[in-house]
Structures are given as structure tokens and as C-alpha cells.
């Protein structure tokens, strides 16, 4: 393999990889939003001013992930 196709298997392995974490957080993140509303609807507007801060924390791992990518694929 020369020095370019391992610098794509690189890039490809830091976002997949970077993904996975984030993907399942945003998952489990919701999954407890949408349980607390149904067993606490009146909360419902607090819940949902954390669910969206918690999702931007857990996207902000795979942006991370993405400049990492980036980095590998272009210097």
C-alpha cells in the first residue's frame, strides 16, 4: 500500500470511528428526553432546552472527529 491509500483508510477509519460515540449518544440522549416528557409532560420545555444543549455537546465530539479527518487526509 503506498502512502496515499493509507492516508484514505486513515481518514475513513477517524470519521467512522469518530461517529459511532456520537450517534449512540444523540440515541440515548433522546430516549431519556422523549421517557422524562411522557412521565412528566409539564416539564416538557425544560426538558427539551437540555435535550437540545446535550445533543449539541455530543455532535460537537463528532465535529472533533471530523477535523481529526481532515488533518490525516490533507497534511
Known sequence: ???LELKDLATALAIGLGMIGPGIGVGLIGKGALE???RNPEAGNQITTT???SIAFAEAIAIYAL???LIIKFV
Do not use: E, H
Request: aromatic share 0%; charged share 0%; glycine share 8%.
Open 36 to 38: 422524562a416528557i411522557g
Open 51 to 53: 435535550l437540545i444543549l
Open 1 to 3: 500500500m503506498n502512502n
Open 67 to 69: 477535523v481529526i479527518a
